[in-house]
């Protein structure tokens, strides 16, 4: 039976096959994605970074909820309780360690099966990216936003208005870097509506980026959200290299054409807006990784030799991420 295309996810124009893909395809969808949860959950312990603060989570998130709700309601909601709901429910059945794994494997199995469910054709990709380092990561030290992907992901490929939006908002209870993942949906939407060309779309992202990255701090000061304590809102030291890896990617998308960014906003937008806080503030990168699976599924709606290109410079990425993991404790994802 043919095939055809159609947009769906109420306007996020995700590309999907209308027709459904094969009994088979489905349950090696299912299969993969029960042995990715329950690997990465077997895999970290006391050795891999933060995994003793996320058992502190699972054992006092009820006073950890309660010291913030102290100081208002606006900062227990820049805080991410429903991440703190989320384990005082599983500590009422789990032991803190089984909470944390838990968590690792219902973030992963749900993030492999939705991806994995996009692109049947593109199912060695797909693969590819659920490898990645920075994918794998979220699994593995920062917990919290894998859970928040998770929840998100799940809201974007929701077909029902209501239940994408739910999800989609509730996101940031989670992980508090989703409130500017959502900042950039909107702009990206709000864009399309007043139908701005690409220059102008790029201007107003960039613009987006460099405001976030000046005034980041002083809102998660003014909010008393725990990153203001937690990270450096200042440049950093960095290679460069990520500038030019994630730039040659934009430049594709760019050259895709028109068509291609007007219905590719979010993914571009998120692109533009990591960019232009490269070499300004650290904790930007954050916002980024946490649509990045987004972007790279993007790629895959490339054509001809941009997605040929854009193919092989996954595969150089992934491939110099894990050689430059080799020497470091745990695949670089332990305490050293």
């Given amino acids: 039976m043919r095939c055809t295309r159609q947009m769906q996810a109420g306007g996020n124009h995700q590309e999907a096959e209308r027709c459904p893909p094969s009994a088979s395809y489905r349950l090696f969808c299912i299969t993969f994605s029960l042995a990715y949860g329950f690997a990465l959950s077997q895999i970290p312990g006391y050795d891999f970074k933060d995994w003793a603060n996320y058992i502190i989570f699972a054992e006092a998130s009820e006073l ?41 494997f219902g973030s992963a199995f749900t993030v492999s099966w939705l991806v994995l469910r996009q692109h049947p054709h593109h199912a060695w990709w797909l693969l590819i990216f659920l490898l990645l380092p920075v994918v794998v990561k979220n699994h593995l030290i920062h917990i919290r936003q894998g859970a928040a992907i998770a929840l998100f992901l799940a809201g974007w490929f929701c077909s029902g208005r209501l239940s994408r939006a739910l999800l989609m908002g509730l996101s940031p209870f989670v992980h ?30 960039i613009g987006a980026g460099i405001a976030v990255g000046l005034g980041l701090f002083w809102v998660a000061y003014m909010l008393g959200a725990r990153q203001a304590l937690e990270y450096q809102f200042a440049m950093t030291y960095v290679s460069g290299l990520g500038f030019v890896f994630w730039s040659t990617v934009v430049l594709l998308m760019f050259m895709q054409g028109r068509a291609f960014l007007r219905e590719r906003a979010f993914e571009t937008g998120t692109l533009l807006f990591y960019l232009s806080t490269y070499f300004l503030i650290e904790v930007t990168a954050r916002i980024f990784e946490s649509s990045l699976l987004l972007v790279l599924l993007a790629g895959l709606a ?7 290109v854009f193919r092989g410079v996954i595969l150089f990425y992934g491939g110099m991420s894990w050689l430059m993991r080799f020497s470091q404790p745990a695949l670089g994802f332990g305490i050293g």
């Fill in 64 to 104: 950890i909820l309660l010291r913030f709700l102290s100081g208002g309601l606006v900062e227990m909601l820049a805080n991410e309780p429903l991440w703190l709901l989320l384990n005082i429910g599983l500590a009422l059945f789990l032991e803190p360690d089984t909470v944390v794994r838990t968590i690792i």
């Fill in 176 to 205: 508090a870097s989703f409130f500017f993942v959502l900042m950039i949906l909107v702009l990206a939407r709000l864009f399309r509506q007043l139908r701005l060309g690409p220059d102008l779309r790029t201007i107003a992202f």
């Fill in 302 to 308: 490339m054509s001809g030799w941009r997605l040929a």
